[in-house]
T-cell receptor, first 113, second 116 residues
């Protein structure tokens, strides 16, 4: 079963605006990873944030993690039409759980030109 | 990151037949995983493919339906057996990174399966 929940399920914005997606989870984690999927293709790894980290940046991406609230957010700044995709968070509870990833339900982001 | 390829990229199959999906990685990796993504849904782990031993299956998935091979550290196959339309999904293999990227998991491009 999926332990992650993401909101919103769908987000539509204009090019240049910022997009924020949220992810909540239920159990303790070793790390949390964000992925992008374009139109039912393979997943592209965006960023990993460890449980002892609170914020991480990569280019136009900013990820935060609040382990007390069991939640994470992904911010895409200055969005582009090419950012249109589904975004998934996935939690890794560590080697004791076999390093398996548990995925959230995903957010469908549409960036309108 | 690893370069992962899958074959076939897509297929349309008849009910009752079987399809074997191949996953090839450009480096030796310890941990490989197989996921399923049903239409419009998120990813669900099918099994962890262990080199030299039987795969470890998640709840709801059984070896008779999804036999897996892992003959070496760069290759794995997943077979979808006795298919029904409910098996129509994207099947993705993934690998766990190494070195500084040890905790990261990377995915292949997926195999889109349609069962008629």
């Amino acid at each position: 079963s999926q332990q992650g929940e993401e909101d919103p399920q769908a987000l539509s914005i204009q090019e240049g605006e910022n997009a924020t997606m949220n992810c909540s989870y239920k159990t303790s984690i070793n790390n949390l990873q964000w992925y992008r999927q374009n139109s039912g293709r393979g997943l592209v790894h965006l960023i990993l944030i460890r449980s002892n980290e609170r914020e991480k940046h990569s280019g136009r991406l900013r990820v935060t993690l609040d382990t007390s609230k069991k939640s994470s957010s992904l911010l895409i700044t200055a969005s582009r039409a090419a950012d249109t995709a589904s975004y998934f968070c996935a939690t890794d509870a560590g080697e004791t759980s076999g390093s398996r990833l548990t995925f959230g339900e995903g957010t469908q982001l549409t960036v309108n030109p | 990151s690893a370069v992962i390829s899958q074959k076939p990229s897509r297929d349309i199959c008849q009910r009752g037949t079987s399809l074997t999906i191949q996953c090839q990685v450009d480096s030796q990796v310890t941990m490989m995983f197989w996921y399923r993504q049903q239409p419009g849904q998120s990813l669900t782990l099918i099994a962890t493919a262990n080199q030299g031993s039987e795969a470890t299956y998640e709840s709801g998935f059984v070896i008779d339906k999804f036999p897996i091979s892992r003959p070496n550290l760069t290759f794995s196959t997943l077979t979808v057996s006795n298919m029904s339309p409910e098996d129509s999904s994207i099947y993705l293999c993934s690998v766990r990174g190494w070195g500084q990227g040890y905790n990261e998991q990377f995915f292949g491009p997926g195999t889109r399966l349609t069962v008629l």
